[in-house]
T-cell receptor, first 117, second 110 residues
Framework: NAGVTQTPKFQVLKTGQSMTLQCAQD?????MYWYRQDPGMGLRLIYY???????DKGEVPNGYNVSRLNKREFSLRLESAAPSQTSVYFC????????????????FGEGSRLTVL | AQRVTQPEKLLSVFKGAPVELKCNYS??????LFWYVQYSRQRLQLLLR??SRESIKGFTADLNKGETSFHLKKPFAQEEDSAMYYC????????????FGSGTKLNVKP
């Protein structure tokens, strides 16, 4: 049981390049999230998906797009990378609450460290 | 608006000393609070939830609605407790979004 898997773990881009961060979970969770982690700012929500086929903006969506490909996969795309997008990106999925037999907690991937030069 | 504040960026204590990591939140609804921990080179993982009212690895946290706080405490810190700690607020009526504080790095010295 792998949990939440993110790829790649590390990536260096030049300003203006594009890339996609991949995320997959095997826990049959409905909700998935993308966060960025920056020193002194904690985790900030970029986009989330409450269920398959739906996505919505979080706190810092500018410069990003997402795709909820199916229940398992939720990808994050940078169309034209900027140095301000240098960060560590975390994907997470959420178990159902008590009524669904779960704890409602978030499960995180290992993170993807992105550097934009 | 929802907000989670962790006032301390870094907290250094000696092994065996008590530790308290502060967390305050602002939310007009019924809050659900969590503490997540990130050990060096590991992914974020849940430490404890206020709903379960449990003690994990000797840590406890009590939700104080009057003071809008959810401070994390441990009576005797261990070196293996050194990690980054994040307080998080789950907002059920907003698509279950989680709002995180900026984190506190706990350094337990031998």
């Amino acid at each position: 049981n792998a949990g939440v898997t993110q790829t790649p773990k590390f990536q260096v881009l030049k300003t203006g390049q594009s890339m996609t961060l991949q995320c997959a979970q095997d826990m049959n969770h409905n909700s998935m999230y993308w966060y960025r982690q920056d020193p002194g700012m904690g985790l900030r929500l970029i986009y989330y998906s409450a269920s398959e086929g739906t996505t919505d903006k979080g706190e810092v969506p500018n410069g990003y797009n997402v795709s909820r490909l199916n229940k398992r996969e939720f990808s994050l795309r940078l169309e034209s990378a900027a140095p301000s997008q240098t960060s560590v990106y975390f994907c997470a999925s959420r178990s159902s609450g008590a009524s669904g037999g779960g704890t409602g907690e978030l499960f995180f991937g290992e993170g993807s460290r992105l550097t934009v030069l | 608006a929802q907000r989670v504040t962790q006032p301390e960026k870094l907290l250094s204590v000696f092994k065996g000393a008590p530790v308290e990591l502060k967390c305050n939140y602002s939310y007009s609804g019924s809050p659900e609070l969590f503490w997540y921990v990130q050990y060096s080179r590991q992914r974020l993982q849940l430490l404890l939830r206020h709903i379960s009212r449990e003690s994990i690895k000797g840590f406890t946290a009590d939700l104080n609605k009057g003071e809008t706080s959810f401070h994390l405490k441990k009576p005797f810190a261990q070196e293996e407790d050194s990690a980054m700690y994040y307080c998080a607020l789950r907002v059920r009526d907003n698509f279950n979004k989680f709002y995180f504080g900026s984190g506190t790095k706990l350094n337990v010295k031998p």
